[in-house]
């Protein structure tokens, strides 16, 4: 993964080559090559994988796009799986250059309202988490859909404004996005009819799986380690005993560190990162816009601060869209409270080094943000 979010290519392919040696069925390496492969324009040198991944799974829906649009033959597929087919296949059209912004960052970091701020900028538009677009509900779990699905009975995530019926999210435009991951956010912002797109995949691994090459600039949100804590603790489940809740403590300084160094030490995009502290933006959010829209290139409007313009995204705290859509789309960004942790917790976290200085680094890169910041206009 450090290999690909740093795009190294090379690399990536001799490492997952050696993997496949030693555990060919490894099929998460396998679809990471084959879309590397097809992001560059090595549509050939994908087929072994695509081959070998409907080998392990017939119904793979991706795998059996491209061999189809290969010339392949695939077999005798059901009716509804030919059909799904063939409307992937069918011309849509190319996918032009846009200018997507990827929000970056851990859960509960604050990105949900960020990007809906953001997605309001003139000729912007933000689809939030866009990997639920091709993802299903099957029992207690979501998969990606396939050549399986029974079309009649696919349980959708909804669009987080229009709901399941949403006319610009729709079913066929999902199907799409599911057979083939190429120019995805490309494909979706043309289908959002702007030239410029927010995400907030937040994720490594999301964000190089839809896009391999990484054609984006990257916003990354971070709250401080109590901050950030505190939002963790309010999602976890009633009753947990103090010993289970400190538990659950020491895994999230683990998580959050990692995280947040992957993305300092070995995230590059093409384009530019900028690096903002949530609680800094809570306390001024008009000169964090200013800041931001100057660092990614972006339209400043300070209109979207006092309300989002709702467009069609997906996912997203729910919690934060169940507040966005009670007072009509307006913005509400007051500064965060203090936390209050419990004592036990504001120790570990604060005696934790790796921590603190990756906290540290990111503050310094958010200080650095601010710093070229140009003036407001008077």
């Not at 209050?340 to 120790?347: D, E, F, I, K, T």
Request: proline share 6%; net charge neutral.
């Amino acid at each position: 993964m450090v290999a690909r979010a740093s795009r190294r290519w090379a690399e990536v392919e001799d490492l997952g080559a050696r993997i496949l040696r030693s555990q060919p069925g490894d099929v998460m390496v396998a679809r990471a090559l084959a879309r590397l492969a097809q992001a560059q324009g090595r549509a050939r040198d994908a087929l072994a994988h695509w081959r070998a991944l409907r080998a392990a799974a017939p119904s793979d829906l991706e795998a059996a796009f491209h061999l189809a649009r290969a010339g392949e033959d695939l077999g005798d597929l059901p009716l509804s799986g030919r059909s799904v087919l063939d409307r992937a296949l069918a011309p849509h059209g190319g996918a032009p250059p846009i200018h997507h912004v990827a929000i970056c960052g851990v859960s509960y970091c604050g990105s949900t309202l960020i990007d809906r701020v953001l997605g309001g900028l003139p000729g912007t538009a933000s689809i939030g988490e866009s990997h639920w677009l091709t993802k299903e509900r099957r029992g207690g779990d979501y998969r990606e859909i396939d050549l399986a699905t029974d079309l009649g009975k696919l349980a959708l995530v909804p669009c987080s404004v229009c709901g399941p019926s949403c006319e610009v999210l729709t079913l066929d435009f999902r199907l799409e996005l599911a057979a083939d991951h190429g120019d995805w956010y490309q494909r979706i912002a043309r289908r959002l009819g702007v030239s410029r797109l927010v995400s907030a995949d937040k994720n490594t691994p999301k964000l190089v799986d839809n896009d391999p090459l990484l054609r984006m600039a990257a916003l990354l949100v971070f709250k401080s380690p109590e901050q950030a804590w505190s939002s963790k603790l309010n999602k976890l489940p009633e009753g947990l005993s103090e010993e289970a809740l400190l538990e659950e403590c020491r895994k999230y300084v683990r998580v959050w560190t990692s995280s947040y160094r992957t993305y300092l030490d070995s995230f590059a995009p093409e384009g530019p990162v900028a690096v903002l502290s949530f609680d800094a933006f809570a306390q001024d959010p008009s000169s964090s816009l200013r800041a931001l829209c100057a660092a990614l290139g972006l339209p400043f409007d300070a209109g979207v601060l006092r309300e989002t313009r709702p467009g069609h995204a997906i996912g997203g705290n729910k919690g934060s869209m169940a507040r966005l859509r009670a007072i009509g789309y307006r913005v509400d960004v007051e500064p965060l409270p203090d936390p209050a942790l419990p004592a036990a917790h504001a120790r570990l976290l604060g005696e934790d080094e790796a921590m603190q200085a990756t906290h540290e680094d990111l503050l310094r890169r958010h200080q650095a943000l601010v710093a070229k910041s140009p003036l407001p206009v008077s």
